[in-house]
């Protein structure tokens, strides 16, 4: 059965930092791509920075130099480090695993993060 946990999310003032994390079972975690989403209220889900199993690193424009993600494949766990947080950063964050084999994709349950101004 396969599992994304996520954890880490809460509420922070304007400025501030978190550090989520995504604990994946039931997977081969190193050939798959890893991914954080998010979703604020009447918005669509959208990337917020991806870990590809190879190592390459994106993220979205919004959250560069403010935004680090990483992987720990020996813990199976991907991090998502956000720093200087905005209120606009307030949304539900999702981790996304993706194999790169069979194209099969995994959601967790997600995380609430909530920056308040």
């Known amino acids: 059965q396969v599992q994304l946990v996520e954890s880490g999310g809460g509420l922070v003032q304007t400025g501030g930092s978190l550090r989520l994390s995504c604990l994946a079972s039931?997977?081969?975690?190193?050939?798959?791509?890893m991914g954080w989403y998010r979703q604020a209220p009447g918005k669509e889900r959208e990337l917020v920075a991806a870990?590809?199993?190879?190592?390459?690193?994106n993220y979205v424009d919004s959250v560069k130099g403010r935004f680090t993600i990483s992987r720990d494949d020996a813990k199976n766990t991907v991090y998502l480090q956000m720093n200087s947080l905005k209120p606009e950063d307030t949304a539900v964050y999702y981790c996304?695993?993706?194999?790169?084999?069979?194209?099969?994709?995994?959601w967790g349950q997600g995380t609430q993060v909530t920056v308040s101004s």
């Open positions: 870990i590809l199993s190879g190592g390459t690193i």
């Open positions: 039931g997977i081969f975690f190193g050939i798959n791509d």
């Open positions: 996304r695993a993706r194999n790169i084999v069979t194209t099969m994709v995994y």
